[in-house]
């Protein structure tokens, strides 16, 4: 079966039991129609880049899946009819990545890059914007 990833936002009012229903309520609609959820990550309250319904949070959550395309569409219709989710986003991978998500990674975990390769600033010459 194809393999997917869900993100879905829900309304800043809800409490965290409630976001985290929404969850296992999603989960179980797809476990219905043949598919299965093989995790799942609640990443808490956010703040939005832009205002969607009048609020400016939403708790955020994040399923990984595999499951066959109907089972999706039929995932995404209900999510789409829900009062309290307010933006859905699937996405089709060809595999998914090993341990949590970026995310839920500690700072510090994350693939940022060595930067003590470039060297000392007087080495690399004048900067082009500041000439």
């Known amino acids: 079966m194809p393999l997917y990833e869900h993100v ?3 309304r800043q009012d809800l409490s965290n ?3 985290e229903s929404l969850i296992e309520h999603f989960s179980t609609v797809l476990a219905d129609n043949g598919g299965k959820v093989l995790e799942n990550e609640y990443w808490g309250v956010k703040t939005m880049a832009y205002k ?3 609020n400016r949070k939403g708790h955020y959550a994040y399923l990984r899946t595999d499951a ?4 999706v ?5 209900l999510m789409r009819l829900h009062d309290d989710v307010m933006r859905v986003l699937t996405i089709k991978v060809d595999a998914h990545e090993e341990g949590p998500s ?3 990674q500690k700072r510090d975990e994350r ?3 060595d930067r003590s390769d470039r060297g000392p600033r007087e080495d690399r010459g004048p900067r082009p914007d500041r000439r």
């Open 8 to 10: 879905f936002i829900a």
């Open 17 to 19: 039991a409630q976001a």
């Open 52 to 54: 969607i319904n009048k």
């Open 68 to 71: 066959p395309a109907p089972a």
């Open 73 to 77: 569409q039929e995932m995404e219709r």
């Open 102 to 104: 970026v995310q839920m």
């Open 111 to 113: 693939d940022r890059g």
